[in-house]
Each structure stands twice: as structure tokens, then as C-alpha cells.
């Protein structure tokens, strides 16, 4: 029986619950507090720049392909996708850089070059993380993280082993050359936690990273978004920007509608796709699941200093995707999840889009995207982001050796205090809740609301995960469940 669902929220996960609702014959409208879609992933155009404010690294092309797959659909029919070679340069000290290419044999390849016969474990490595992508991605996110047992299949019982034990660890045991361990290690940071503190089951993401590459779609991340919000379009479903939601109304234990703007606006069923702990202030306290002592428990995903900058020159030395991991990547890891602080030196991400991609900055310029990891929660103050910028605009000047500090036309800046305002942050933070072993699968926030009928939840803090696919998943889960439960 069609229902009229209400959305909160339009990041990734809120516009695929949207299209899966719609198809199945629901009046779906989405409420989304700020004046443009996307959420996390919006845009920023500047002077002729454009910039992705958000996700920059377009990993597991094939779960975008089935989620378009699902309505009949292609992402080429929507944007076009480029494979990137290199994939990234990472940076371990001045002009001292391993490039990462397109396919694992030249993957292979700068491996022996930097350890000789460390080829042979890293094809056996992929090998293992290729077998968990297939069991992790292909299957077991797609299930609701409702019980233990979802976990539990005869393939993954012979894997106990590796959630046991940590990425860290497994990297270790086959690899001694310190920057081939920091490359290794690089792809799980997506999940959130540090590689010590994430299962080495999580090694699937090494096979996203060699094993399928890192692609970009034309014109930014953000036309995946405008792709969703057409598709969403076209199955009926209606978007409302500059509609904060400020209460979820609640009768006799069952929800009946959102209140945004001073209007009320009746629904049968109510999806929050915002950051859970601010969804669940929208209710009474007695409706709420968690408490604050529990999320202040949890380990959260960093939160992250980010710079946009338009430069009125292109650089030199860098790709598309850079990474600088020329300092101690602990120290910058205690700073974040054990001793919260400014790390002194922190490891950075850069990205310059108009590397590979005309429209991303006026002809004969560079658009670059700086990023910092940073504890949730942390102080946040104008000057402290100046700070860091001079800290890793010097380091950036002498790491690629180029002058760049006079080229800069503008910069723009993003850190905990606009993670709060823009979105509702939990403590700002960037991508959600980590993925620990702790805090996987049915150990994460509940799809759906154990203490409120028809109130679901969906997106980063909830199952799989933080991380654009993941996000795209739990749209299609909290869909699911939705269908069920009526
Ligand atoms: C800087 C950064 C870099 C990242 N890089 C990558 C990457 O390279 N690759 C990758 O795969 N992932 C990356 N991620 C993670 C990825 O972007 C997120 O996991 C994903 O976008 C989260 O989507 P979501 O739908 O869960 O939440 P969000 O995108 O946060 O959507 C929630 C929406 O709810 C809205 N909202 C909040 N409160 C209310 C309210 N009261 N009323 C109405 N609306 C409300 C917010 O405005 C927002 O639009 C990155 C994230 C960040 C922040």
C-alpha cells in the first residue's frame, strides 16, 4: 500500500532511500535543511573553480553500477566516469614519491622496485582482499545489520580469524619497507579507524584500491548526486531545500509527521538520513534509543580541516590524488582517536581536480582541495586554521619544490564548527561513525527506531558505514526494511 514517507535530509543515503521508496509506489518528499542538495558531498564553485566539498575518491564503481542497475539504469547514462592513471602519488619526503598506477601488474611493479620480491605477497594479499570484497561488498552489507547471525555464513566462519586480528598486523607479518606499509595501510582509513583498531577482514578495500582503481566522474563527485536527484526526479519524488526539520512529531509511540519552518507536515512514516545523534534530538527524550553517554562512548570518524584554493598558475609534482605522508602517521593517529589535540605535524591529503579535469578551474590554473584528519570536537577558530595552512602550504612548497603562496587567488575553509552548522554533526565530525570490529553490522545504530513505529534511520552512522558506497547501501537496506514493516 503506497505511503507518504517524509525524508530528512539529502546526502547519498537519504536520495537512494528516496529512489528505492518511490519505486515502490510511495509518496516520498525529502527535507533537506540547506539551501543545495548533497549533504556532505556538495559543491563549491568559486571564480570559475569548482570544488567538491566533500568525497573526492570515486572507489567501488561497481556499487553505484548496481544501485543505478536496480531502477533500469546505467551511471553512463547519468555522467562519465574516468579511471585515473596514476591513481595518487603519495609523498614521503622532498621529491621522494611512489606513484600508484592503474593495474595491479604495474602496482606490482613499483612494489619490487621499493622492496624486491614483496610482488609475490602483495599478489597474495589482493588475492585474500579481493575473496573479502566479494563476501564483504557483494553480500554481507547488503544485509540489515539486524541480528548477529546475518554474519554468520560458512564463508565467513572460515574468515574468523581475520576479525580477530587487525590490518596492522596483517600488513606487517608480510611487508618491512615502511612506506609500502603506509600505502597498505592508507585504504582503510576511509572506514574511519585507525589500521590498528580495524579488522583485517577490511582488507577488501586494498582490492578497491588495486584491484578496481580510482575513478572520477567528469565535472566532480557532486554529478553523481545531481545524477541521483534526477533519478529521484523522475520516480516522483519531490526535494524541499531550506527546510530544517526541528521536530519529529510522535503520537502514542508511533511517528506521524515533521514540523520545519512553523508549517507540520503529516507522513506515515518518517526517515532521518541526518546525522543520528541530531535525528534523535528532534524527538522527545523518551523516545530517544541512545543515550549521550553512549555516543560519547563510540569512536567516531575523524572530523577534518579542509582548504579550498584557487591557484592562478598550474603546479607541478602532484596528480590528481596526493597524499603527503612524510610524518609520523601515530603521532597524527594519537591526536586524533587517543589524546585529542592539534597534531604539531599532521599528515595531509591534496587533491587538484583540474589535473585531470578541464572544468575544474579557468584554463591555465589549478584547483586544490587540502585536507587535515582532525579529532572530533576539537577547538576550532579562525586562527588555528591559519596556522595549520601555513604549516602545510610550507610543507607543500618544499615537499613538491615549487613556490606557491603567490598564486593563491582565494581560499575558502571548512572545519568542526561548519561540520556542526551545515549538517548537524555529531562533534563535526567528517565521515560518521568508525568501523571497528565493535562497532560493525548489528553492533551500529538501528535502521529502525526500537522505540518509535514507523521511524527509520539511515546513512554513514548507521550499517555498513561511513563512505560514499556504504552510503548508497544503507539507503537501499533502510528501504528494504521500510517495505517489510508495512
Ligand atoms: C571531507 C570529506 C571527505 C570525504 N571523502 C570521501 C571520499 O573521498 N570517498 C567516499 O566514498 N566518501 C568520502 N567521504 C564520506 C562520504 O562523503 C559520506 O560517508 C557520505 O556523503 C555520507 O552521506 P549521508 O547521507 O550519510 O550523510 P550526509 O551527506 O551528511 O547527509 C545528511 C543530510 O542531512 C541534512 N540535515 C541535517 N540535519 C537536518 C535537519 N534537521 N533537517 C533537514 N536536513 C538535515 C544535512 O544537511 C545533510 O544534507 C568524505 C566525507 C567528508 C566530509
Known amino acids: 500500500m503506497s505511503k507518504s514517507i517524509a525524508i530528512i535530509g539529502s546526502g547519498f543515503s537519504s536520495l537512494a532511500a528516496s529512489c528505492y521508496l518511490a519505486k515502490q509506489g510511495h509518496?516520498?518528499?525529502?527535507f533537506e535543511k540547506n539551501e543545495t542538495i548533497g549533504g556532505r558531498a556538495r559543491q563549491l564553485k568559486k571564480d570559475g573553480f569548482t570544488f567538491d566539498i566533500g568525497p573526492t575518491w570515486y572507489w567501488m564503481p561497481d556499487v553505484f553500477e548496481r544501485f543505478f542497475g536496480d531502477f533500469g539504469k546505467k551511471p553512463s547514462e547519468y555522467y562519465a566516469l574516468k579511471k585515473l592513471n596514476p591513481a595518487y602519488n603519495v609523498y614521503f619526503g622532498k621529491d621522494d614519491y611512489i606513484s600508484i598506477e592503474d593495474t595491479l601488474d604495474k602496482i606490482c611493479q613499483t612494489f619490487d622496485d621499493e622492496e624486491p620480491g614483496s610482488s609475490k605477497k602483495l599478489r597474495k594479499f589482493i588475492k585474500t582482499a579481493q575473496n573479502n570484497y566479494d563476501v564483504a561488498i557483494k553480500?554481507?552489507?547488503?544485509?540489515?545489520?539486524?541480528?548477529?547471525?546475518?554474519?554468520?555464513?560458512?564463508v565467513t566462519i572460515k574468515k574468523i580469524g581475520q576479525f580477530f586480528s587487525t590490518i596492522k598486523k596483517?600488513?606487517?607479518?608480510?611487508?618491512?619497507?615502511?612506506?609500502?606499509?603506509?600505502i597498505l595501510e592508507f585504504p582503510v582509513?576511509?572506514?574511519?579507524?585507525?589500521?590498528?583498531?580495524?579488522?583485517?577482514?577490511?582488507?577488501?578495500?586494498?582490492?578497491?584500491d588495486f584491484g578496481i582503481g580510482?575513478?572520477?566522474?567528469?565535472?566532480?563527485?557532486?554529478?553523481?548526486?545531481?545524477?541521483?536527484?534526477?533519478?529521484?526526479?523522475?520516480?516522483?519524488?519531490?526535494?524541499?531545500?531550506n527546510h530544517p526539520i526541528d521536530k519529529i512529531l510522535v503520537e502514542n509511540g508511533i511517528a506521524t509527521g515533521v514540523t520545519?519552518?512553523?508549517n507540520s507536515y503529516e507522513s506515515d512514516i518518517v526517515l532521518s538520513g541526518a546525522d543520528y545523534h541530531h535525528s534523535e534530538t528532534l524527538l522527545d527524550k523518551s523516545y530517544r534509543q541512545y543515550s549521550e553517554n553512549y555516543w560519547e562512548?563510540?569512536?567516531?570518524?575523524?572530523?577534518?580541516?579542509?582548504?579550498?584554493?584557487?591557484?592562478?598558475?598550474k603546479l607541478k609534482n602532484v596528480e590528481h590524488h596526493t597524499l603527503f605522508f612524510d610524518v609520523d602517521f601515530d603521532t597524527h593517529a594519537e591526536a586524533i582517536y587517543d589524546n585529542p589535540k592539534w597534531p604539531e605535524e599532521p599528515l595531509f591529503y591534496a587533491s587538484f581536480p583540474s589535473k585531470t579535469d578541464a572544468n575544474a578551474a579557468p584554463s591555465g590554473q589549478e584547483a586544490g582541495i587540502f585536507l587535515i584528519p582532525l579529532a572530533p570536537g576539537i577547538t576550532d577558530t579562525p586562527e588555528i586554521r591559519e596556522k595549520f595552512f601555513k604549516k602545510i602550504i610550507d610543507r607543500f612548497e618544499g615537499l613538491t619544490s615549487q613556490k606557491v603562496k603567490k598564486?593563491?587567488?582565494?581560499?575558502?575553509?571548512?572545519?568542526?564548527?561548519?561540520?556542526i552548522k551545515d549538517y548537524n554533526s555529531f562533534k563535526g565530525n567528517a565521515y560518521g561513525m568508525a568501523n571497528t570490529l565493535m562497532q560493525t553490522a548489528f553492533l551500529r545504530p538501528n535502521l529502525k527506531s526500537k522505540k518509535v513505529k514507523n521511524l527509520f534511520f539511515t546513512g554513514q552512522l548507521t550499517v555498513p558505514g561511513p563512505g560514499v558506497p556504504p552510503s548508497l547501501i544503507s539507503g537501499k537496506l533502510v528501504a528494504e526494511l521500510i517495505n517489510k514493516s508495512n
Open 27 to 30: 509518496d516520498v518528499t525529502v
Open 407 to 419: 598564486s593563491i587567488i582565494f581560499k575558502e575553509s571548512f572545519c568542526v564548527n561548519d561540520f
Open 297 to 313: 562512548k563510540k569512536v567516531f570518524a575523524p572530523s577534518s580541516l579542509l582548504f579550498y584554493v584557487g591557484f592562478d598558475k
Open 189 to 208: 582509513l576511509f572506514l574511519g579507524a585507525k589500521p590498528s583498531n580495524t579488522p583485517a577482514f577490511y582488507s577488501f578495500m586494498n582490492f578497491a
Open 139 to 154: 553480500d554481507l552489507v547488503y544485509r540489515p545489520g539486524i541480528s548477529p547471525l546475518e554474519l554468520v555464513t560458512p
Open 260 to 262: 520545519s519552518n512553523g
Open 214 to 241: 580510482t575513478f572520477h566522474p567528469k565535472n566532480g563527485m557532486y554529478q553523481v548526486i545531481l545524477a541521483m536527484e534526477n533519478l529521484a526526479k523522475e520516480l516522483g519524488v519531490k526535494v524541499q531545500t
Open 170 to 182: 596483517e600488513v606487517r607479518k608480510e611487508f618491512k619497507n615502511d612506506k609500502l606499509i603506509k
